[in-house]
């Protein structure tokens, strides 16, 4: 008979709005033990299994602490009370949690001064919230209309409260700082009675999903003002566009031994993808650029729920020569568009394994042996490209205004070798995606952007290849050349007017606080931040956006973040960010073309 083993939970955590999806061990009646559902639409043997949840909610109430999640809070911060900041981020577990606390916690105190002094209004963050996210959640789950929380019983001052007939359940706002209890039994398929005890599991505490601070966009174009987006998501001038790009941490790559300053349900896929899926929804970019994207993750998770904000996503999967694992975890790089914003028009897909192989052929490498060039060179990264036309329309300075002009635009987005001693490599692979793009430039006149994860630092050849078109003879980086793939080196060129958009902070002539602010946290001798990526063991730049500056000029930045700030966690990925890298986000307007 069909008998159940074991349950547990993968997460030791339950966390708001992460869906908690319980390991249920069973022994089939042939004997075999398995790990698949057995519904009541599909019975085995005569026999199904039914699922209950219930929350165990004391009569004693209990607040959670804002900087430890799955601690009790045991003082408040009546700064925040009379603030009116959300109450979650008042509690705290002990006096030397506060107290190491209050240097970025009295920033909230600024920040809800500050915000009530400029509009009346408690600040509102720039990713903010998902809509109708708790409604979601509840029906998810089977409970709210259908199943509305009854008392199922009373042990001494604590009342179950059911909550989902499902295997799955997503914890809600209403869950927050209590127990859950899940519930799993077999059932007699013809008389619907329970077949035995049932087994059970209870969970930690739920907590809610830390809260990342607001990100604001910054003027760069002449005044410094602070921008904020409309509801439709947009800045006011309808010929304007934005673009993120984002390295998203693949969950392959999401290891505790790596990051073993993350709690581990901070690291949990299912808490990091909802977190990153709020974040990426948040900023409401038009061109979403995002990297390590696993395949399984984008087909099954942010394909479909990109397209419910009304994106349309375009894919491209790393090569598998190198790679021997399951071939639903490669990760790579995916593209998404607003579909009321573009429309797709073309796209490329670069393999630089193909790239290598048809190098290896070539006379120029006649004096290496073919296996040991396709070793170096064959390492599966790719680059993804795509050619959009804009929907908005563009009209040109000395275009009739009833005549506009078809706009175009192409957005690279790539993730360039990570090795540091495949210098040679790197800068072969970001040569190679420019000659390509220089073949688009060609045929069309056409904006371009080129954005990802280059693994390159500034001033490194790579960015001085992207920045300034070609590579000093001397830069220290063309000494790792061991089967010459980089001679002679005044072929390594291109002729794309390229720009990093976040330069735009140094180069912007203009004063005010917000550009000052972020002066300091780029570099002055590069014009570039000084990290998009931060781990325990490594602090730098390796993210950029670079676009063409002859056909487009960069309106506003997302704002960056300072060190001191992410240290509170230790590094990257953390609670309130779920990835070692930060979000890159640019705002560009297409600059006027003159009539052919």
């Not at 002990?94 to 920033?107: E, G």
């Not at 371009?448 to 830069?475: E, Q, R, T, W, Y």
Request: proline share 6%; aromatic share 8%; charged share 20%.
């Amino acid at each position: 008979m069909l008998s159940v083993l074991r349950v547990h939970l993968p997460s030791d955590i339950p966390i708001v709005g992460c869906e908690l999806t319980p390991y249920v061990l069973l022994r089939r009646p042939d004997k075999t033990i398995s790990t698949d559902d057995v519904p009541e639409s599909n019975p085995l043997d005569g026999h199904f299994l039914r699922y209950k949840w219930f929350r165990i909610q004391s009569d004693k109430k209990v607040a959670i602490c804002s900087i430890h999640p799955s601690e009790q809070a045991t003082l408040q911060c009546l700064g925040c009370v009379k603030a009116k900041i959300p109450v979650s981020k008042s509690y705290h577990c002990s006096p030397k949690c506060f107290s190491d606390a209050w240097q970025h916690h009295r920033v909230l105190h600024d920040r809800a001064a500050s915000a009530v002094n400029e509009n009346g209004n408690e600040e509102e963050e720039l990713f903010g919230r998902l809509s109708g996210s708790a409604s979601t959640a509840n029906l998810a789950n089977g409970s709210a209309h259908l199943y509305p929380a009854a008392v199922t019983q009373r042990n001494g001052g604590e009342t179950w409260f059911e909550v989902g007939r499902l295997k799955t359940y997503t914890p809600t706002a209403d869950d927050i700082g209590h127990v859950l209890k899940f519930e799993c039994v077999v059932v007699d398929a013809e008389n619907k009675l329970p077949v035995g005890p049932p087994s059970t599991m209870l969970t930690s505490r739920v907590i809610p999903a830390p809260t990342p601070s607001p990100r604001r966009l910054i003027n760069v174009g002449g005044v410094d003002i602070s921008g904020n987006f409309e509801l439709d998501g947009r800045v006011s001038s309808a010929g304007n566009f934005t673009v993120l790009s984002y390295n998203i941490l693949s969950d392959a790559y999401a290891s505790n031994e790596l990051y073993s300053y993350c709690p581990s349900w901070a690291l949990s896929w299912a808490y990091r993808r909802q977190n990153l899926l709020r974040e990426i929804v948040g900023y409401r970019a038009d061109i979403i650029c995002l990297q390590e994207v696993q395949n399984d993750h984008f087909e099954e998770f942010f394909a479909p729920e990109l397209d419910k904000h009304g994106y349309q996503a375009l894919y491209k999967r790393k090569t598998n020569e190198v790679f021997n694992g399951n071939i639903q975890t490669i990760d790579g790089c995916a593209t998404f568009f607003r579909r009321d914003r573009f429309s797709h028009v073309k796209k490329y897909e670069v393999e630089f394994n193909k790239a290598a192989q048809s190098l290896a052929e070539a006379t120029l490498l006649s004096s290496t042996p073919r296996k040991l060039a396709l070793n170096r060179l064959v390492k599966d990264n790719v680059a993804l490209i795509v050619v959009l036309e804009a929907k908005f329309g563009y009209q040109g300075a000395d275009n009739p205004a009833s005549q506009k002009t078809r706009q175009l635009l192409c957005v690279a987005n790539t993730h360039v070798n990570v090795h540091h001693d495949l210098k040679d490599v790197k800068l072969w692979q970001v040569h190679t995606l420019l000659k390509g793009l220089e073949k688009i430039a060609a045929s069309t006149d056409i904006p371009m952007l080129v954005c990802g994860d280059f693994n390159s630092v500034p001033n490194s050849a790579p960015h001085s290849l992207l920045a300034m078109g070609k590579v000093d003879p001397n830069h220290p980086d063309l000494n790792t050349d061991p089967i010459g793939i980089l001679r002679p080196h005044s072929k390594i060129t291109h002729a794309l007017p390229l720009v990093s958009a976040y330069s735009s902070f140094v180069r912007n002539m203009g004063v005010g606080v917000n550009l000052e602010q972020h002066r300091r946290r780029t570099d002055p001798t590069t014009n570039e931040p000084l990290f998009t990526n931060c781990t325990r063991d490594f602090i730098g730049t390796l993210d950029y956006i670079f676009y063409t500056a002859d056909s487009l000029t960069v309106e506003s930045l997302l704002e960056l973040l300072d060190e001191e700030s992410l240290r509170k966690d230790t590094a990257l990925p953390s609670p309130e960010w779920s990835s070692d890298h930060i979000a890159l986000l640019a705002e560009f307007r297409c600059k006027p073309r003159p009539r052919r």
